[in-house]
Protein backbone atom coordinates (compact mmCIF):
# COMPACT_ATOMS: atom_id res chain seq x y z
CA UNK A 1 0.00 0.00 0.00
CA UNK A 2 1.01 3.57 -0.86
CA UNK A 3 0.42 4.88 2.33
CA UNK A 4 3.26 3.38 4.37
CA UNK A 5 5.24 6.07 3.06
CA UNK A 6 3.81 9.17 4.23
CA UNK A 7 2.61 7.72 7.91
CA UNK A 8 6.34 6.46 8.33
CA UNK A 9 7.29 10.22 7.67
CA UNK A 10 4.78 11.71 10.12
CA UNK A 11 6.16 9.35 13.02
CA UNK A 12 10.07 10.46 11.94
CA UNK A 13 9.20 13.95 12.34
CA UNK A 14 6.97 13.61 15.33
CA UNK A 15 9.60 11.68 17.04
CA UNK A 16 12.10 14.03 16.31
CA UNK A 17 10.05 17.22 17.89
CA UNK A 18 9.52 15.43 20.78
CA UNK A 19 13.12 14.83 21.15
CA UNK A 20 14.38 18.66 20.78
CA UNK A 21 11.32 19.57 23.31
CA UNK A 22 12.58 16.97 25.77
CA UNK A 23 16.30 18.59 25.13
CA UNK A 24 15.08 22.55 25.70
CA UNK A 25 13.11 21.34 28.85
CA UNK A 26 15.96 19.69 29.80
CA UNK A 27 18.16 22.32 29.71
CA UNK A 28 15.87 24.95 31.06
CA UNK A 29 15.50 22.80 33.97
CA UNK A 30 19.48 23.11 34.62
CA UNK A 31 19.65 26.62 34.22
CA UNK A 32 20.13 28.22 37.47
CA UNK A 33 16.83 30.29 38.67
CA UNK A 34 17.18 33.42 39.43
CA UNK A 35 15.58 34.66 42.33
CA UNK A 36 15.13 38.85 42.55
CA UNK A 37 16.88 40.17 44.67
CA UNK A 38 15.13 42.56 47.21
CA UNK A 39 16.96 46.06 47.67
CA UNK A 40 18.77 46.84 50.73
CA UNK A 41 16.72 48.42 53.79
CA UNK A 42 17.16 51.93 53.35
CA UNK A 43 19.54 53.34 56.57
CA UNK A 44 17.37 55.73 58.82
CA UNK A 45 19.46 59.00 59.40
CA UNK A 46 20.88 58.97 62.35
CA UNK A 47 19.93 61.52 65.09
CA UNK A 48 22.66 63.74 66.83
CA UNK A 49 22.59 64.10 70.18
CA UNK A 50 20.45 66.89 71.44
CA UNK A 51 22.86 70.21 72.37
CA UNK A 52 23.15 71.66 76.00
CA UNK A 53 23.20 75.04 75.82
CA UNK A 54 24.80 76.37 79.00
CA UNK A 55 22.99 78.98 80.01
CA UNK A 56 25.38 81.46 81.99
CA UNK A 57 23.82 84.04 84.60
CA UNK A 58 23.77 87.22 84.16
CA UNK A 59 27.01 88.78 86.17
CA UNK A 60 26.82 90.44 89.09
CA UNK A 61 26.24 94.50 89.10
CA UNK A 62 28.98 96.37 90.20
CA UNK A 63 29.53 99.61 92.35
CA UNK A 64 30.48 103.01 91.32
CA UNK A 65 33.94 104.12 92.01
CA UNK A 66 32.34 106.12 95.06
CA UNK A 67 28.61 105.99 95.74
CA UNK A 68 26.31 106.93 98.93
CA UNK A 69 23.32 105.23 99.57
CA UNK A 70 21.01 106.25 102.40
CA UNK A 71 17.33 104.71 103.47
CA UNK A 72 14.96 104.92 107.00
CA UNK A 73 14.04 102.02 108.48
CA UNK A 74 11.15 102.26 110.82
CA UNK A 75 11.32 100.86 114.51
CA UNK A 76 9.13 100.74 116.98
CA UNK A 77 11.33 103.22 118.68
CA UNK A 78 11.10 105.86 115.78
CA UNK A 79 13.61 105.90 112.45
CA UNK A 80 16.61 104.51 111.94
CA UNK A 81 18.71 106.54 108.92
CA UNK A 82 21.43 104.53 107.49
CA UNK A 83 23.89 105.37 104.97
CA UNK A 84 26.29 103.03 103.32
CA UNK A 85 29.13 105.12 101.33
CA UNK A 86 30.96 102.74 99.42
CA UNK A 87 34.91 103.92 98.14
CA UNK A 88 36.25 101.31 95.59
CA UNK A 89 36.40 97.62 97.15
CA UNK A 90 35.96 99.58 100.43
CA UNK A 91 32.67 100.21 102.55
CA UNK A 92 31.19 102.48 105.63
CA UNK A 93 28.61 102.41 107.20
CA UNK A 94 26.73 104.71 110.04
CA UNK A 95 23.52 104.19 111.45
CA UNK A 96 21.81 106.36 113.92
CA UNK A 97 18.15 107.02 115.16
CA UNK A 98 18.91 111.20 115.92
CA UNK A 99 18.70 110.11 119.88
CA UNK A 100 20.97 108.03 121.32
CA UNK A 101 21.51 104.80 119.18
CA UNK A 102 24.31 104.56 116.51
CA UNK A 103 26.44 102.23 114.93
CA UNK A 104 29.90 102.14 112.49
CA UNK A 105 30.69 99.22 110.48
CA UNK A 106 33.64 98.74 107.78
CA UNK A 107 33.85 95.74 105.32
CA UNK A 108 33.91 94.84 101.73
CA UNK A 109 32.10 96.00 98.47
CA UNK A 110 32.76 93.61 95.81
CA UNK A 111 30.25 92.05 93.28
CA UNK A 112 27.84 93.91 94.36
CA UNK A 113 27.66 93.23 97.86
CA UNK A 114 28.75 94.72 100.98
CA UNK A 115 29.54 93.26 104.47
CA UNK A 116 30.14 95.50 107.16
CA UNK A 117 30.84 95.16 110.61
CA UNK A 118 31.40 97.29 113.74
CA UNK A 119 34.60 96.86 115.45
CA UNK A 120 32.90 95.65 118.60
CA UNK A 121 30.74 93.30 116.67
CA UNK A 122 27.49 94.81 117.75
CA UNK A 123 26.88 96.16 114.55
CA UNK A 124 26.38 94.45 110.83
CA UNK A 125 25.16 94.67 107.73
CA UNK A 126 24.62 92.35 104.93
CA UNK A 127 23.37 94.05 101.77
CA UNK A 128 23.77 93.63 98.33
CA UNK A 129 22.90 96.08 95.03
CA UNK A 130 20.07 95.82 93.15
CA UNK A 131 19.74 98.73 90.80
CA UNK A 132 20.56 101.79 92.30
CA UNK A 133 19.59 100.53 95.94
CA UNK A 134 21.30 98.41 98.24
CA UNK A 135 18.78 96.27 99.82
CA UNK A 136 19.95 94.04 103.08
CA UNK A 137 19.58 93.57 106.88
CA UNK A 138 21.17 95.55 109.65
CA UNK A 139 21.73 94.24 112.96
CA UNK A 140 22.32 96.56 115.87
CA UNK A 141 22.83 94.62 119.06
CA UNK A 142 20.36 91.81 119.44
CA UNK A 143 17.69 93.72 117.10
CA UNK A 144 17.62 93.51 113.27
CA UNK A 145 15.82 95.37 110.18
CA UNK A 146 15.67 94.71 106.75
CA UNK A 147 16.45 97.81 104.48
CA UNK A 148 16.78 99.92 101.44
CA UNK A 149 18.74 102.61 100.69
CA UNK A 150 18.71 104.29 97.03
CA UNK A 151 21.85 105.82 95.70
CA UNK A 152 22.26 109.77 96.96
CA UNK A 153 24.02 112.58 95.18
CA UNK A 154 25.50 115.20 97.26
CA UNK A 155 25.36 117.15 99.70
CA UNK A 156 23.66 113.87 101.01
CA UNK A 157 26.20 111.73 103.55
CA UNK A 158 27.41 111.48 106.33
CA UNK A 159 29.46 114.37 108.36
CA UNK A 160 31.09 114.33 111.40
CA UNK A 161 33.03 116.46 114.09
CA UNK A 162 35.14 115.32 116.88
CA UNK A 163 37.01 117.67 119.50
CA UNK A 164 38.57 116.36 122.60
CA UNK A 165 37.34 112.74 122.47
CA UNK A 166 34.04 114.57 121.93
CA UNK A 167 32.50 113.00 118.36
CA UNK A 168 29.06 114.52 116.34
CA UNK A 169 27.78 112.21 113.66
CA UNK A 170 25.24 113.55 111.10
CA UNK A 171 23.17 111.85 107.85
CA UNK A 172 22.04 114.33 105.75
CA UNK A 173 19.43 112.72 103.34
CA UNK A 174 18.39 113.47 99.76
CA UNK A 175 15.87 115.39 101.35
CA UNK A 176 18.21 117.56 103.27
CA UNK A 177 16.95 116.15 106.36
CA UNK A 178 19.33 115.75 109.05
CA UNK A 179 19.71 112.85 111.88
CA UNK A 180 22.85 113.20 114.36
CA UNK A 181 24.13 111.42 117.36
CA UNK A 182 26.86 112.78 119.97
CA UNK A 183 29.10 110.68 121.44
CA UNK A 184 31.27 112.08 124.38
CA UNK A 185 34.52 111.01 125.74
CA UNK A 186 32.68 108.26 127.82
CA UNK A 187 30.83 106.95 125.69
CA UNK A 188 27.64 108.23 126.42
CA UNK A 189 25.17 109.28 123.80
CA UNK A 190 22.72 111.79 122.86
CA UNK A 191 20.94 114.09 119.78
CA UNK A 192 23.50 115.74 118.24
CA UNK A 193 23.41 119.59 117.92
CA UNK A 194 21.58 120.86 114.39
CA UNK A 195 23.52 121.08 111.48
CA UNK A 196 23.33 123.41 109.29
CA UNK A 197 23.04 122.88 105.10
CA UNK A 198 26.56 124.30 104.83
CA UNK A 199 27.93 121.70 106.75
CA UNK A 200 28.13 123.70 109.94
CA UNK A 201 27.44 123.29 113.55
CA UNK A 202 27.33 125.53 116.70
CA UNK A 203 29.13 123.28 119.26
CA UNK A 204 30.31 124.75 122.55
CA UNK A 205 29.08 128.12 121.68
CA UNK A 206 31.46 127.90 118.57
CA UNK A 207 30.96 127.68 115.27
CA UNK A 208 32.41 124.17 113.44
CA UNK A 209 32.36 123.17 110.03
CA UNK A 210 31.84 119.23 110.10
CA UNK A 211 33.80 117.04 107.58
CA UNK A 212 31.81 114.95 104.75
CA UNK A 213 33.63 111.05 105.42
CA UNK A 214 33.68 108.14 103.09
CA UNK A 215 34.65 104.64 102.89
CA UNK A 216 38.55 105.98 103.16
CA UNK A 217 37.83 108.11 106.18
CA UNK A 218 38.69 106.46 109.53
CA UNK A 219 35.49 107.41 111.65
Known sequence: MKIRGPL????????????????NVVNDESAPVRIAERPAPARVAERSAPTTTTVKPPPAPAFPA?????????????????????DGQQAVAYACDGKAV???????????AVRLASRDKTGRLDGRLVGDTVVGTLWIGKK?????????????????????????SWIVDSAGAVTGVLKAVDGSTKPAPELSTDGTSVIGGRTVSAVRIGAGTDA
Open 102 to 112: ESWMRGSAANG
Open 66 to 86: KADYIGKIPTAAGTITLNVSV
Open 8 to 23: VTLFAAAAVGTGMWFV
Open 144 to 168: SWDFAAPVAQLPAGTYVYEEAGVRS
